[in-house]
């Protein structure tokens, strides 16, 4: 059964900081939230976790394996190199949905986003290591078939990117109401979603919902492992199987998932 | 009357290159899109002009006020960087949609995204330095309306930004659809768009739209300029008039956009 | 009794790769340099460890704490985002010249740093968990007294320069000379220096000799501790001490290093 | 003649910003400084300039051909990004040594660099276009002869890196006492120096004297333009001449600096 720990990190009263004392340079704004997202992606994705720019001052890491010291090393690093300091909220739950709802709440109570005076909450408590097993993440990587032929070398980008995203859309919200799984784009033709214990037929019914909801023919790798980078992996792995057996459904098998260890 | 250029930015051959010999590690990935990203804002950015990531392998960038030169030093100086190629395709016409279908049919003419020959293509013409003018670019900053009071300080961040993504997903299917302008989500709960002239009343319509469509109160600041930079700038001003004055949608005059040079 | 590992991290084939097929931009090689090394220090240093730019094509790291598995993961991560690879030379001993000694050998003997065959060779081993102790490492924090004072606000930048690099010349040469130890200049007037066990009158024949040989007074604090950044952080606050009580030598008292914990 | 336009760039009251409240993490610190670093080589290399790191919380940079309005961008854009700002203090002269002078003198006047009031000071005036020539900037790049073989390949690197420092010792001395000559390390066995006008005779007298001093063999590739990247283009091509052609001093031709346009 999975047993997701995310992590919401919220950038402190960022709205208001960016129009003071003047609106700053659009571009300036973009490199800053794009820098400390990769940099969390190295400081989380080293310890085999994954983290999503979602809004950019609001993101959503997959934390499994990542104690509370790690969790305030970060703040103290980006504290040191940016302009800007950070919360996080850690939540834990078999539904990704409920974990990132606990994650959230424990930064909303300490106060709002936009209050100048809330900095570096912490909230939340990690998983025992005790308690940490090799089925707590189930990472589903989902692409388009055939996006390059069928849009991106046809259509203006403009137009491509609208079909990309109608099907991540689509996804997303379906992934969310039935099943409390949280779906994410991660560029290209990519969605990585963190869901509970998803069998194939149902895998299938999101994939065939997306088709006829927006017209958008997808296929999904999936993995399960203690951690969000070996599920990542695996389910990468299997992504690949799909393509070379032109299937729309595979699950990782162990092999696969060990190989990487 | 606007004059859009727009470059199509693509990564040369990324896909295939991404599961090269296997699957890489997906925050490897995530931080490279994420950084590379961060050196087109900087560079296109101190040149006035804007860039928006897109899908990361694909980047739409408003170069109004760059020439050849300057798109031949950004390809050179990231094949210097990186372990990935950009090809550049250059697009202009009063319609930013139809300076972006010019723009990447110059590089989808030189061959596929996926094609491992195909590599640093650089198509299309810049407009010529005589031909430039004030009111080439038309840019529209929106925001949604108390989105930290309504959504991020409620709700758990997965559901905020199935909110904020779904104002975006009706507000670029519209104004694409209506007018020919292309936006692009840049971060928290703020969109860019990239417009051709527009009336207050078009932009109040764009606004009742995503109200009725998608339940998501936006408001907008316009501000027109010779380069995104400017008339970004301006636009920024205005958006914070519409905060102070309650309004939905408010000009930039002259005076902020020369306050700003 | 110290116990110092050290990594040697080297870029393969770099220089002929800098002027493959023409000389690169110059400028262009300062970005990857620069931040290769950061992403080092980002890394390392999240582990406990310190890196020391050096050549920047050949940089040195104290890695005690990080395990092969942690060298192997960076070697892969840093392959995946630069157009270079790493080879990694481990070593270990009491005398932090030693250790570099045996790492440097381990690289040298899978080939030249100029052979285009030779790549991501990681060499050498790791200390034991169980062989490591709280007194593994020295690092000696060394700055120059009043340099703003004295340089920084009355010379031109060059001259500055040069009488701090004539400092770390002579500190660098008389401690490599005469304890094995290896120092690092870090930045403005600050000098890093991972020794062996000395005493505080060898502390203090050091910076006799370096008054004498170079006309630098510096001052330094002392720490020690079972990794690099406590040891460090100790010899930043023991250095503090010197500032405050006007002395020369400072060795940190385990109270501050266990408030870093 | 040369004309050097060279701009010092200092981080505004960095020492004490490092050290309060208490100090802060040092890779934090070198990861703030590389990149930092790494942004001014983009910012100042992508409009032709050079930028050398020198202290890192003093820089050297050599802008021919950037105007006030580009450094007014770069402490704009710095001070978005990073937790600290940039003086920056431009001077021009036949002499580096005295354009370094005049730059410094400027930041000085207004304040100590741990002057806590004084911030993001910018002085001096740049050349007027109309003042700049084809022969403003003569930059020398040296290397050390067979650096793999002689050092990197066979003594442990802090051995190879003494020997490379010592070089770089004697010949930054010489040239800054014997011609008002700045010379900077620039990783790897490779030195630039900003020079004027310098005849063979006075390069091969450079090379002698290190030589002697140091025991360290020098050659030296000479390049002369009207901006930093043109002249050290120039002169890096001149320095594989000397390869291919086993001499000590090269001199560019016009033909190289030409290819490079």
């Avoid at 973009?30 to 976790?49: K, N």
């Avoid at 909303?108 to 990690?126: F, K």
């Avoid at 779906?183 to 998803?198: E, K, Q, R, Y």
């Avoid at 909801?213 to 203690?226: C, F, H, N, Q």
Wanted: include cysteine.
């Amino acid at each position: 059964m999975t047993n997701t720990q995310l992590t919401l990190v919220q950038i402190d009263n960022y709205g208001p900081w960016t129009v003071t004392p003047e609106p700053r340079r659009e571009m300036d704004l973009q490199t800053l939230q794009s820098r400390l997202f990769a940099d969390l992606a190295q400081f989380v994705g080293s310890r085999d976790g994954y983290v999503f720019f979602t809004r950019f001052d609001n993101m959503v890491a997959v934390t499994n394996g990542l104690d509370r010291e790690d969790h305030e090393l970060l703040q103290e690093s980006i504290a040191n190199r940016y302009p800007v300091t950070l919360s996080l909220g850690i939540g834990t739950d078999r539904s990704p949905a409920v974990a990132l709802e606990r994650a959230t709440n424990g930064i909303q109570r300490a106060g709002s986003a936009q209050d100048g005076d809330r900095r570096e909450v912490l909230s939340g408590e990690t998983l025992a290591e005790d308690d940490r097993s090799g089925t707590d993440l189930q990472i589903a990587h989902f692409d388009v078939n055939d996006a390059t032929g069928k849009y991106t070398d046809r259509l203006n980008e403009f137009d491509t990117f609208i079909h990309i995203e109608q099907g991540y859309a689509s996804l997303m919200r379906y992934l969310r109401e039935e099943h409390g799984a949280l779906s994410f784009f991660v560029g290209g033709d990519n969605i990585i979603a963190v869901t509970p214990d998803l069998s194939e037929a149902q895998y299938r019914a999101a994939i065939d919902h997306v088709e006829a909801d927006a017209d958008v023919e997808l296929k999904v790798g999936v993995g399960t492992a203690s951690n969000a980078h070996e599920a990542g992996f695996a389910a990468k792995h299997a992504l690949e199987d799909c393509r070379h057996l032109g299937t729309t459904v595979e699950f990782a098998d162990a092999s696969v998932e060990t190989a990487d260890d």
